[in-house]
């Protein structure tokens, strides 16, 4: 009788033990914290994405949070996200101090891997008496939210061509219903193409829209104020669009991390998100679109965490200088 008390001790002792033992194994698994912009906004979906491949693969426990676009390296910089979307200029001014981080650089910040880049589009119904850029001057122009990409953008590449314009700061579903009712001219977006918002403009105006092209003195003039602006052709891909290609403005856009997160962990993201893009693009269609070519190309961005660094290098790429990582050298 003592020995089956005993036995039953026991039993009920590993028993309990292998119960705690889970959940504290489940505890321990590491939690990053990914940022993206507007729930149901591209950035937002590329965050998930990557969420995605990290608790899959790299068995970490992701969290997304919704933050304004260019306070993404801010949050970083607080220690309140680990990865996060952003654009190659804002980490270039945030590593090396400039900009509005002069005095104040975040030698923190690493990037991760790039993501398609920004095009900037600016859209009109496609009845609208408006043919190109120097027709907004006078108009209604909604940029979207106040300390978001496409406000900087949109207000740099206005100023850069001297337009007067009176500027609207909606996001995505109240500039449609503006557009629509009348209350605004121009709505513009930065993203890749084709975007959700603009797809479902295209639904909303009669006959479409058009997205307004730019001509090479016009670009000439972007770029002398603004370098970190390239261009990119675009084809009739929203209703109501000519046939044909135009040429808009885009700027580098990149995933960006802060250098504390592990090594491992970053090299098992990369790695996992290059070896599972249609995993990742469960989430957004657009990650498909991402070569490893691109990744020797990017001019202007923080270095590289050491992880992704590795794993680029393993691939056989040839980073340039100013991308390589302080803890490479």
């Not at 600016?122 to 009845?127: E, I, R």
């Not at 121009?186 to 105006?205: C, D, K, R």
Request: glycine fraction near 10%.
């Amino acid at each position: 009788m003592r020995n089956q008390k005993i036995l039953m001790f026991l039993l009920i002792s590993i028993f309990f033990v292998a119960i705690f033992g889970s959940a504290i194994a489940a505890q321990e698994k590491p939690a990053v914290i990914f940022s993206g912009s507007t729930i149901g906004g591209v950035t937002n979906l590329q965050a998930s994405g990557l969420a995605a491949i990290g608790k899959q693969y790299c068995e970490i426990e992701p969290t997304v949070v919704v933050n304004p676009t260019l306070a993404q390296i801010d949050v970083m910089a607080d220690g309140d996200a680990d990865i996060c979307t952003s654009y190659g200029y804002e980490a270039w001014f945030a590593y090396y101090g400039e900009d509005r981080w002069e005095g104040k650089p975040y030698s923190g910040l690493r990037s991760m891997m790039s993501r398609p880049n920004a095009t900037v589009q600016f859209a009109v119904p496609a009845n609208s008496d408006i043919q190109n850029v120097y027709d907004f001057e006078g108009k209604r122009v909604n940029l979207g939210r106040k300390g978001f990409g496409s406000e900087l953008q949109g207000r740099t590449i206005l100023e850069a061509l001297g337009i007067n314009y009176t500027s609207i700061n909606l996001g995505h579903s109240d500039a449609v219903a503006a557009i629509a009712a009348g209350n605004c001219d121009v709505y513009l977006n930065s993203g890749a193409f084709p975007h959700p918002s603009f797809i479902e403009m295209s639904e909303t105006m009669p006959g479409g829209i058009r997205i307004i092209g730019f001509s090479e003195e016009e670009v000439e003039k972007i770029l002398e104020a603004s370098p970190f602006f390239t261009t990119t052709k675009m084809g009739p891909v929203y209703k109501g669009m000519p046939d044909g290609e135009i040429t808009v403005p885009q700027v580098e856009s990149m995933i960006l991390c802060r250098d504390l997160v592990p090594e491992g962990i970053m090299y098992c993201l990369v790695k996992n998100f290059w070896e599972h893009q249609d995993f990742a693009a469960m989430q957004w269609a657009g990650f498909n679109s991402l070569t490893l070519d691109e990744v020797p190309t990017i001019k202007g961005s923080a270095p590289w965490h050491i992880g992704a660094y590795k794993y680029y290098v393993e691939q056989g790429l040839e980073i340039p200088e100013h991308m390589v990582p302080p803890e490479a050298k």
